[in-house]
């Protein structure tokens, strides 16, 4: 079974719209820590944004904000005035406890944003 | 930036030769790991290490092997490269309070 869901391969995004990028999860730990990373077409891998499973708030990076549901199991990505930048593949990852800090990812959602 | 360095960025061999990548940190992390990104995958580990001489293999690590003699450089062998390990490999490494993975800019490799 997956572990990590994101349901959306691709989207596509009026430039100034805000965007939420889903992403569900799947583990049995009370302990573990959500992850959101951009990967432009340029290839590398940026990290965004962490979400730790006890955190009571919701994290934000700038633009970026992760919308934690915990008894959902759900970590959407939501991204607010979208600029064309913002055109990437994004992937939502998750490390459970005492996993030597191995990192599980999504397959991905491929985000285009339009002018 | 992580300080972390991918040799070479890219690569054509052949069927049966033998591969080595190379990743290289320069801030003394402990954790490093070896990812390939393949389309429809997302990004899945080959190996990662603890320490010095210390390995784990990931969820696709057959058909390669790693070594870590030093601290800062994590070695990945495709010892008879096959076609199916076309791919894109990511190294990484674990930093900062929340240990969040910083990777390097990646080597494309393609096994003709």
């Known amino acids: 079974a997956q572990k990590i869901t994101q349901t959306q391969p691709g989207m596509f995004v009026q430039e100034k719209e805000a965007v939420t990028l889903d992403c569900t999860y799947d583990t049995s730990d009370q302990s573990y820590g959500l992850f959101w990373y951009k990967q432009p077409s340029s290839g590398e891998m940026i990290f965004l944004i962490y979400?730790?499973?006890?955190?009571?708030q919701n994290a934000t990076e700038g633009r970026y904000s992760l919308n934690f549901q915990k008894a959902r199991k759900s970590a959407n990505l939501v991204i607010s005035a979208s600029q064309l930048g913002d055109s990437a593949m994004y992937f939502c990852a998750m490390r459970e406890a005492n996993r030597d800090d191995k990192i599980i990812f999504g397959k991905g959602t491929r985000l285009h944003i339009l002018p | 930036d992580a300080g972390i360095t991918q040799s070479p960025r890219h690569k054509v061999t052949e069927t049966g030769t033998p591969v080595t990548l190379r990743c290289h940190q320069t801030e003394n992390h402990r954790y490093m790991y070896w990812y390939r990104q393949d389309p429809g995958h997302g990004l899945r580990l080959i190996h990662y290490?603890?320490?010095?001489?210390?390995?784990d293999k990931g969820e696709v690590s057959d058909g390669y092997s790693v070594s870590r003699s030093k601290t800062e450089d994590f070695l990945l062998t495709l010892e008879s490269a096959t076609s199916s390990q076309t791919s894109v490999y990511f190294c990484?490494?674990?930093?900062?309070?929340?240990?969040?993975?910083?990777f390097g800019p990646g080597t494309r490799l393609l096994v003709l």
């Open positions: 290490s603890y320490g010095v001489k210390d390995t």
């Open positions: 979400q730790g499973s006890y955190d009571e």
């Open positions: 990484a490494i674990s930093a900062g309070v929340v240990e969040t993975q910083y």
